[in-house]
C-alpha cells in the first residue's frame, strides 16, 4: 500500500519511535464518523529524565513534555497535509488536549487508537502502556476515510498490570482506584481526573505551569 508506506516514512524521518492503524469507527465522536482509520504515532521519554520524577516532576520532565507533544504534532499535521494532497480527508487529533466544555476530557482517547492497534495495553495507572517501551511514551492520532491495516481482536494486548499496585499507592493525590480499565475505555473507571489535576496544579505549579506530575509512570514496573 503506497500511501502507508509514504505516511509510514514521514513518521520515521521525524523522529517517531512506533507507529499503528487501526479501525476506530466504532468509537468515535459523531463529528468524525467518516474518518473510521486511525493512524497512531508514538515517541519515548528517555529513561534518565523517567528516573528523576520518581518524587515528583522536574523542569526537565516538563520540557521534554511539551517538546515530545510538539514534535507529535508537527509530525501528524506533516501526514494530514500529505493525505489531503492525496486527495484523502485526514485530521489529526492534537497530542495534548482537553475540550473547553470540559477540561478531563480529549477529542478523541489516542490510548483507544493505540489499544486497538495491537500495540499494548492501558495501565491501572490510566496510561498507555506500550509492549516493548512501557509507560514512558506519548502519542498522536491522525483520523482518515483511507482504508488501514486492522488488528484482528486476538492480537490485542490484554492488561499486565496483574496485582500491581505500585502507581495508584504512590499517586500524591489519591486518585487512581487501583481499577483496571475496561473495554470501552473510560478515564473515570479509572481515575478520578479532578483530583489529579488539582494536584498537579497545587502542588507542581512552579514546575513550568504545573500541568504535569508523571509518578504514576515513573514508579511503574514496565518503564523501559
Ligand atoms: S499524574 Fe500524579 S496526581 Fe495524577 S494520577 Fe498520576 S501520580 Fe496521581
Ligand atoms: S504501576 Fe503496576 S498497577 Fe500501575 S500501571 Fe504499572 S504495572 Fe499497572
Known amino acids: 500500500m503506497e500511501q502507508l508506506e509514504t505516511i ?19 468509537v468515535l465522536p459523531r463529528e468524525f464518523g467518516h474518518l473510521p482509520y486511525a493512524v497512531t504515532l508514538g515517541m519515548r521519554y528517555p529513561k534518565t ?5 520518581k518524587q515528583g516532576p522536574t523542569s526537565l520532565y516538563f520540557h521534554q513534555y511539551r517538546t515530545i507533544n510538539a ?6 499535521i506533516l501526514i494530514q497535509s500529505k493525505l489531503l494532497k492525496l486527495g484523502v ?9 482537553s475540550l473547553p466544555e470540559n477540561a478531563f476530557r480529549a477529542l478523541f482517547s489516542h490510548k483507544t487508537a493505540a489499544v486497538k492497534a495491537g500495540l499494548g495495553f492501558i495501565g491501572k495507572n490510566n496510561l498507555f502502556i506500550h509492549d516493548d517501551y512501557g509507560p514512558a ?6 483520523l482518515t476515510e483511507m482504508e488501514l491495516p ?13 496485582t500491581c499496585k505500585r502507581c495508584a499507592d504512590a499517586c500524591p493525590a489519591g486518585a487512581l482506584y487501583n481499577r483496571v480499565p475496561k473495554a470501552p475505555y473510560n478515564v473515570s473507571d479509572v ?16 514546575i513550568g505551569r504545573g500541568a504535569v506530575c508523571g509518578i504514576c509512570m515513573a514508579v511503574c514496573p514496565f518503564v523501559k
Open 89 to 97: 480527508e485526514a485530521v489529526y487529533v492534537p497530542a495534548s488536549q
Open 49 to 53: 529524565v523517567v528516573e528523576g520524577i
Open 191 to 206: 481515575l478520578d481526573a479532578e483530583k489529579c489535576s488539582f494536584t498537579m496544579k497545587e502542588k507542581y505549579q512552579h
Open 150 to 162: 486492522v488488528a484482528m481482536e486476538s492480537e490485542q494486548k490484554p492488561n499486565r498490570c496483574g
Open 71 to 76: 514534535n507529535l504534532d508537527r509530525t501528524a
Open 137 to 142: 511514551v506519548r502519542l498522536s492520532t491522525i
Open 8 to 26: 509510514k516514512k514521514i513518521a520515521e524521518d521525524n523522529g517517531i519511535a512506533f507507529f499503528g492503524t487501526s479501525f476506530v469507527g466504532d
